[in-house]
């Protein structure tokens, strides 16, 4: 296959067709009314030539950020995969830390409860239950703290004993 | 001396140390035909000019992926092509007016241009060719006077022999009309 530019001669068929359709512009030569400088053509390879090596190419660091932010389908597929996988993270990292704070709430609870459930009372009949000689002598300590700790009126427990 | 084939200036310019000597081939065998295809769209010899050398750079970037499976010709009236349709649609949007304002101001432009040297029945059909549609005109011009085939033509353009065919026929007419003046 011959790749060379080749005009085609118009063939008698258009010619006359042109001449049916178009007499006057069939009638006219075809002159080229555009001219040039002087010598315009020998000088245009080498102003080409100079003009190319004139544009640089950019350096490696502008290249480097010309192709970070152009949207290329790889990088914006990295891109969403670290997005993912950082929301992910997070997301589980939340959970982990609500149900500490859960399980956390949930043993204040029963402390609370547990004490709220022990009134004073239960807690003195209790000790008044035990072993008396040893438990008296060993809980005096106990008993004393816990009144001073609870600002019992000393008075008003003797006189209701 | 006679002049290289498309293919022994493809081959010289592969190689690194023959690659602008291939490129100044390669200019000095297109350059006319590249220039007033350009020219006779843009008209002025100053803007033609720019587009020729912006043309051919594009050439110079693009030349190592060039598939030699299609026309080196038909790849070049196509970057041309491309690069005048470019200029012209700046033109338009640089004076934010209508394509009828430019080619108004392209026509009287022509009469006093010192690169243009035609008498009144030229000068005529230049003006009728501004009354076209650029790529009508485009069309016109390949097939008179570069008397490119429609088969080359569909390659440059990207449209059908059959289109181009009927295109250049109503820019045959509406040009003749115009010249006639009726």
């Known amino acids: 296959m011959n790749n060379e530019y080749q005009p085609e001669d118009i063939n008698k068929e258009e010619q006359e067709q042109l001449k049916l359709s178009a007499p006057v512009l069939h009638s006219m030569e075809k002159n080229n009314p555009f001219t040039v400088p002087d010598g315009y053509f020998d000088r245009l390879p080498a102003e080409i030539q100079e003009k190319i090596s004139l544009r640089k190419e950019d350096p490696w660091f502008v290249l480097l950020l010309k192709g970070i932010l152009r949207p290329q389908p790889a990088m914006v597929v990295l891109m969403l995969f670290v997005l993912v996988s950082i929301a992910l993270y997070f997301a589980d990292w939340q959970n982990h830390q609500s149900a500490e704070v859960v399980a956390l709430d949930s043993a204040d609870l029963r402390n609370a409860e547990i004490a709220f459930a022990i009134d004073e009372s239960t807690l003195l009949d209790e000790l008044a239950n035990l072993d008396e000689t040893d438990s008296y002598k060993g809980n005096e300590t106990e008993i004393e703290n816990y009144l001073i700790d609870n600002q019992t009126d000393l008075n008003q427990l003797i006189n209701e004993l | ?130 009354t076209l549609p650029p790529k009508q005109r485009l069309v016109f011009n390949l097939r008179y006077y570069d008397n490119m085939k429609y088969e080359d033509m569909s390659k440059v353009l990207g449209v059908t022999e059959g289109a181009l065919k009927a295109s250049y026929h109503h820019a045959v007419k509406k040009v003749e009309k115009y010249l006639t003046g009726s």
Not at chain 2, 12 to 35: C, D, G, P, V
């Open chain 2, 1 to 130: 001396m006679t002049e290289m084939t498309d293919k022994e200036i493809l081959e010289q310019f592969r190689t690194e140390s023959s690659r602008h000597y291939a490129f100044n081939l390669l200019i000095r065998k297109y350059q006319q035909r590249i220039y007033y295809h350009i020219r006779r769209m843009i008209l002025d010899h100053d803007d033609a000019h720019d587009v020729t050398q912006e043309t051919f750079i594009k050439v110079w970037k693009g030349l190592d992926n060039f598939r030699e499976d299609s026309q080196l010709y038909t790849w070049l009236y196509r970057i041309a092509t491309n690069e005048s349709l470019t200029f012209l649609r700046q033109k338009k949007r640089r004076f934010t007016i209508p394509w009828s304002e430019v080619e108004h101001e392209m026509s009287d432009s022509l009469s006093g241009d010192s690169h243009f040297n035609a008498n009144a029945l030229e000068l005529k059909l230049q003006k009728a060719l501004l």
